[in-house]
């Protein structure tokens, strides 16, 4: 059965040190999704991401924060500048269509120090 | 804005238990409503969903009806199995904002032999 898969599973990182999460979603599917969970808290919306554009965004993604799909198989999170705040679990999501259902990775897990 | 609530964990359930997770949500259209499972170490997995009101979703013996009148969403099972134990997650999408999801802060079941 076809998965959504990331990159890598756990990530440490300094403070300031730019950090790109990867994602390979599922080969035919359109629509993309990256959400975070810091430890102990909802499971958050990020952004949405459909025909090579940001589709919506969430507040918490701020100028720091970047998507991209460069080869149309990986889609992948930049950020920037990590602050301690940026400590969570990433989730990437892929969805065939509006009406379907959306597939979730396994999580990269990023700590910074 | 759109939230969903469930009730806190964790729950810890004797195996052969009945099991209700609560989940109520605010929205200003006409959501859907999924509950998602993540077991140790996976990813989201879309466990149910339910489209328009009074509509029922099944899967693996867990159910939930979609309660427009009372905002639920409640997560019920008659006979729980350790193989069952796992962080349960409602959520809900509007159809006019490109699938994003919008999830409760998670259940933690335990499921005791």
């Known amino acids: 059965e076809p998965e959504v898969t990331q990159t890598p599973s756990h990530q440490v990182t300094q403070m300031g040190q730019e950090v790109i999460l990867r994602c390979v979603p599922i080969s035919n599917h359109l629509y993309f999704y990256w959400y975070r969970q810091i430890l102990g808290q909802k499971v958050e919306f990020l952004v949405s991401?459909?025909?090579?554009?940001?589709?919506?965004k969430s507040e918490i993604f701020d100028d720091q924060f970047s998507v991209e799909r460069p080869d149309g198989s990986n889609f992948t999170l930049k950020i920037r500048s990590t602050k301690l705040e940026d400590s969570a679990m990433y989730f990437c999501?892929?969805?065939?269509?509006?009406?379907?259902?959306?597939?979730f990775g396994p999580g990269t897990r990023l700590t910074v120090t | 804005g759109n939230s969903v609530t469930q009730m806190e964990g964790p729950v810890t359930l004797s195996e052969e238990a009945f099991l209700t997770i609560n989940c109520t949500y605010t929205?200003?259209?006409?959501?859907?409503l999924f509950w998602y499972v993540q077991y140790p170490g996976e990813g989201l997995q879309l466990l149910l969903k339910?489209?328009?009101?009074?509509d029922k979703g099944s899967n693996k013996g867990f159910e939930a009806t979609y309660r427009k009148e009372t905002t639920s969403f409640h997560l019920e099972k008659g006979s729980v199995q350790v193989s069952d134990s796992a962080v349960y997650f409602c959520?809900?999408?509007?159809?006019?904002?490109?699938?994003?999801?919008?999830f409760g802060q998670g259940t933690e079941l335990s499921v005791k032999p």
């Open positions: 339910a489209t328009k009101a009074d």
């Open positions: 959520a809900l999408s509007e159809g006019n904002q490109g699938g994003k999801l919008i």
């Open positions: 991401f459909y025909n090579n554009e940001i589709s919506e």
């Open positions: 929205a200003t259209g006409y959501p859907s």
């Open positions: 999501a892929s969805m065939l269509g509006l009406s379907y259902e959306q597939y």
